[in-house]
């Protein structure tokens, strides 16, 4: 869906302690591929925990327009009748994103190699995001593209009717190429390889040995390499969705900067590729236990107890930047309540998110009082000490969820109030984000 609802002025005010127990939605990547593998098997795939944030949402309605059947039967639990590899329908209409990165880049592999067209397009943020990533691998596979200026939406694909197998080293770290590469060669006939120098968030690959597919990855010292066995027959699966580790990041990090505080998450996803922001958070010295280890869906997933904490700025390994990219809006929150500078390199990717995050986290944080320094790969934020952010300033949110909510966790902690133009895009992927907050004991006020 293109758009979200009216602009929504919010304001969050310092709090007293957060207490209590936070359950956060299903995880995003997770819930997409969930749909998307689903619509890909050959049967009934059955869904437990399902994010029902607009961007999975928006993935739901996209696997209907292509011939899958996607039921909803109660809070976070799906069905989706899949059609088999190859065995989409050309969609008879546009099929809008909305926000969705993941969503977009992701079918846009799926459908790459089989003989239909497609149109895709998205709302204002997703319109300004770089697609030449995913359909440059894509044309290897025999795979036309035809959008704005720049690869940018809207854009048709034509899939490839006869198309060949693959051999790709993606240039960035990015699961959503890995994945859209990974999903197009499962229509590919012969070995599909993906090469990957760091590595990114795996579920695609979890979760395609889990549907049946044959694939495997090897550790060289090229990087990870990923070898599809094309034209399997995908399996439908019971898929229960672990709680999101970069949602549960707003609360957590809340707790930590707000004094007093002591919550406990439940069941949140702990894959040693998405939990770089939690290893980051204890060496600042944040007080986190992770109680009840065990295993949950195919993932591994702790229960947190985190309590306020005084932290020290550091410098965040770079290397570590894959396993934390969507963390790093509420990091710079974290870092601006801490002792000393904390120092984030290896960052450029944040620039073509919802927003760009470099930018939009340091003239936030400057207008709220905190010094930072930026430059193309980099942020670096001046600490202020714990409760002591100014404040007092309207961030701008640019239609990008996680910098609302960043700018909204800054409020609970700062001496004057912090405000966000625009809090609606917050749904796109934590749609219960104010009600978990408030029911904490966090003051979140509405113009
Ligand atoms: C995602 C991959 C990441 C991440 C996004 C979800 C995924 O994007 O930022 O929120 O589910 O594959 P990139 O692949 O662009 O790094």
């Known amino acids: 869906m293109s758009g979200h609802g009216p602009a929504q002025v919010m304001t969050a005010t310092k709090s007293g302690p957060l207490i209590g127990r936070a359950e956060v939605p299903g995880d995003k990547s997770i819930s997409h591929r969930a749909l998307i ?34 039921t909803q039967h109660g809070q976070g639990a799906w069905s989706v009748h899949g059609v088999g590899v190859g065995g989409f329908r050309e969609p008879t209409g546009v099929i809008d994103f909305g926000n969705s990165g993941t969503g977009v880049r992701l079918i846009m592999g799926a459908m790459a190699t089989t003989a239909m067209t497609a149109t895709f397009t998205g709302d204002a943020s997703l319109r300004k995001r770089p697609m030449g990533r995913v359909t440059d691998p894509l044309a290897l596979f025999g795979t036309q593209a035809y959008g704005r200026r720049g690869g940018r939406l809207p854009m048709t694909l034509v899939g490839a009717a006869n198309p060949v197998p693959v051999r790709y080293t993606t240039p960035m770290p990015s699961a959503q190429v890995k994945s859209a590469v990974l999903l197009a060669g499962l ?13 990114t968030r795996d579920h695609s690959e979890r979760m395609l040995v889990g549907f049946g597919a044959e694939l495997v990855v090897e550790q060289t010292d090229e990087g990870n390499v990923i070898t599809l066995t094309g034209q399997p027959d995908l399996r439908p699966q019971v898929v229960a969705v672990p709680r999101d580790p970069s949602s549960a990041a707003f609360p957590v990090c809340a707790a930590l900067i707000v004094e007093g505080s002591d919550i406990f998450v439940p069941g949140v996803s702990q894959n040693l590729t998405r939990n770089g922001v939690y290893l980051t958070l204890v060496e600042m010295g944040a007080d986190i236990t ?82 930072v320094e930026e430059d193309e790969d980099t942020l670096i934020v001046h600490g202020r000490g714990p409760g002591s952010m100014p404040g007092g300033a309207t961030c701008a949110t640019h239609l990008d969820h996680r910098i609302a909510m960043s700018f909204l966790v800054a409020g609970m902690a700062s001496v004057a109030p912090i ?29």
């Open 37 to 70: 593998f689903g619509a890909m098997a050959v049967g009934e795939t059955r869904i437990t925990g399902l994010l029902e944030g607009q961007d999975v949402l928006d993935t739901a309605s996209a696997m209907r327009a292509f011939g899958a059947e996607v």
């Open 187 to 199: 229509n590919a006939p012969g070995q599909t390889v993906v090469i990957e120098r760091e590595a």
């Open 290 to 371: 992770f109680e009840n280890p065990r295993e949950e869906g195919g993932e591994p997933v702790a229960d947190l107890r985190v309590k306020f904490s005084e932290m020290t700025g550091i410098e965040v390994p770079p290397e570590r930047a894959p396993s934390m990219i969507d963390e790093y809006p509420v990091l710079a929150v974290v870092a601006a309540n801490a002792t000393g500078r904390t120092v984030m390199r290896g960052i450029k990717e944040l620039r073509v998110k919802e927003s760009d995050r470099i930018d939009a986290m340091a003239r936030g944080l400057e207008a709220c009082g905190v010094m």
């Open 419 to 447: 405000s966000i133009d625009d809090a609606s895009p917050i749904a796109t992927s934590f749609p219960l984000f104010e009600g978990l907050m408030t029911g904490l004991g966090a003051t979140l006020t509405k113009a």
